[in-house]
């Protein structure tokens, strides 16, 4: 089992990123999908979740409006669009599979918000 978590990196407060997470080794489309985050100092907390088909979704209040979670089946990738970013969106963003007691992560992107 393999969650690799991809793009990353420093961006100006008020601009985008875009984050994946490709996924092998399970049948991916049985999984709800997750990204998590964890600043210094804090406890991971849940940023986004959508469920196994795609046609749920739901959002830290601290992102709604903010950042859009998706899947691509097919491809076994699930992505984190992030906008308007904040210096508090600086973390390190897991991405997460789960379904009954099957528990995957990723580990980790970093992500700096600074001007």
């Known amino acids: 089992v393999q969650l690799v978590e991809s793009g990353g990196g420093l961006v100006q407060p008020g601009g985008s990123l875009r984050l994946c997470c490709a996924a092998?080794?399970?049948?991916?489309?049985?999984?709800?999908m997750s990204w998590y985050r964890q600043a210094p100092g804090n406890e991971r907390e849940l940023v986004a979740r959508?469920?196994?088909?795609?046609?749920?979704?739901n959002y830290a209040d601290s992102v709604k409006g903010r950042f859009i979670i998706s899947r691509d089946n097919a491809k076994n990738t699930v992505y984190l669009q992030m906008n308007s970013l904040k210096p508090e969106d600086t973390a390190v963003y897991y991405c997460?599979?789960?379904?009954?007691?099957?528990?995957?992560w990723g580990q980790g992107t970093h992500v700096t918000v600074s001007s």
């Open positions: 997460n599979a789960r379904w009954r007691a099957y528990d995957y």
């Open positions: 092998s080794g399970f049948t991916f489309s049985g999984y709800v």
């Open positions: 959508i469920s196994s088909a795609g046609t749920s979704t």
